[in-house]
């Protein structure tokens, strides 16, 4: 029987029973749980190539039908290490750069424009010393 322990340890070493190169060749729709059952490790071994890739964790969970955990899981399995929240200069350069306009856009506009969350335009904000809101008058 082929387990995720087994898709990880090849994707970490690239040694694999040849079973598991047979069943992998056998990719189709899933539709019943048996079947989803046995296509994890094909599943397990494409999350972890887009997320070795760069490719955003959201985008990942549509394409593959899984959840945020289960990809961040499958990655930890791998051995991949975390990725920074703030890992893009050029992303955070912009985002302060919006911040900074007059009028302000709102954390939602800028969160849309540069491809991230509203929690890390906040946090960008608040590291770069941006206020959002003034207090008295």
Do not use: W
Not at 34 to 50: D, G, K, M, S, T
Not at 74 to 96: F, N
Not at 117 to 131: D, F, M, P, R, T
């Amino acid at each position: 029987m082929l387990t995720l322990k087994i898709a990880a340890n090849y994707f970490q070493t690239a040694k694999a029973p040849s079973a598991f190169f047979a069943i992998i060749k056998r990719v189709r729709s899933i539709f019943t749980f048996a079947q989803e059952r046995a296509n994890r490790p094909i599943r397990f071994l494409r999350v972890v190539r887009a997320y070795k890739n760069g490719k955003p964790v959201q985008d990942i969970e549509n394409e593959f039908g899984c959840s945020r955990n289960t990809v961040l899981r499958y990655a930890r399995m791998a051995g991949l290490p975390k990725r920074a929240k703030t890992d893009d200069p050029e992303r955070r350069a912009k985002i302060i750069r919006m911040s900074k306009q007059s009028p302000r856009p709102s954390q939602t506009t800028i969160a849309i424009a540069c491809n991230c969350s509203e929690a890390l335009v906040s946090i960008v904000e608040h590291e770069a010393g941006i206020k959002r809101y003034r207090r008295g008058k």
